[in-house]
């Protein structure tokens, strides 16, 4: 079992003819993902080959999804481009849309989240690395090769603490890791993942990766304290960081005690997730649990 990508999803490359498009089609390919199409406007007909395997481009994603039977969009476009291509997955009735691109300004942002609410379609991001069900599917920018099917769930605002906590978990493994985007609004959110992740019987725990600024992770904590019947441990990024200063994702903004990663450890603690102070301690903690 995994959540939200499995080994029988079909994925299609809005964006998949350019650069960061073309490379992470093919990495995705190498991992094992089922990429059917690719959608660039202006390029249909033409096919795109991936050291021996021809993925073909569509004008729009409705015709693709019509032609493969799609139900998974990666997200690879410019920022000034983003909303109109959710949008086109939204309509095209797509069931999971990741949004790599970063940079997308907030308003398109709420746009197209408010578009897709009550609509069959998940979003994942803006400015996130997707999401991995190692040894099924890869949807995004996660290297494949650096952890294990296993049962341990992941959700994480930071793309390279995702990373680096699948790498130092990796011989116990994943079920998932989703990396939801560090953006002040996102389309699936913490609490959505351990929702999830509570959901599936092939799931045993789960960390989670918050970083400073938002309430996010205290309404996670109220979820966990309320819903959650497996154990939970958790890091928050930024306890160095300094009051009132900007860091990194735009989300990442401390406002008086709210928001910062004090605040948001003892929320987390209250809730009876184990927090550790930094990656390395967490996945220490996890190993407890899981090992």
Known sequence: ??????????VIVQGMTGSE????????LASGTRVVGGVTPGKGGQQVDFDGTGVPVFDGVAEAVAETGADVT????????AKSAVVEAIDAGIGLAVVITEGIPVHD??????????????????????????????????????????????????????????YELRDIGFSTAVG????????????DCLQAFEDDPETDAVVMIGEIGGDAEERAAEFISAYMTKPVVGYVAGFTAPEGKTMGH?????????????????????????VGRTPSETAVLMREIAG
Request: charged fraction near 15%; glycine fraction near 14%; hydrophobic fraction near 40%.
């Open 180 to 191: 939801i985007g560090g953006d002040p609004v996102v389309g699936t959110t913490h609490i």
């Open 109 to 166: 942002t709420t746009g197209f989240w408010s578009y897709a609410q009550g609509r069959s379609t998940r979003i994942i991001g803006p400015n996130c690395p997707g999401l991995i069900s190692p040894g099924k599917s890869n949807a995004g920018i996660i290297p494949a090769d650096i952890t294990q099917t296993g049962r341990i769930g992941l959700v994480s605002k930071s793309g390279t603490l995702t990373y680096q906590m699948m």
């Open 21 to 28: 498009g073309r490379k992470h089609t093919s990495r995705m």
């Open 250 to 274: 735009a989300g990442a903004i401390v406002s008086g005690s709210a928001g910062t990663a004090l605040a948001k450890q003892e929320a987390l603690e209250a809730a009876g997730v184990r």
């Open 1 to 10: 079992m995994a959540i939200f990508l499995t080994e029988s999803s079909s």
């Open 74 to 81: 990666v997200i690879f476009v410019p920022p000034r481009f």
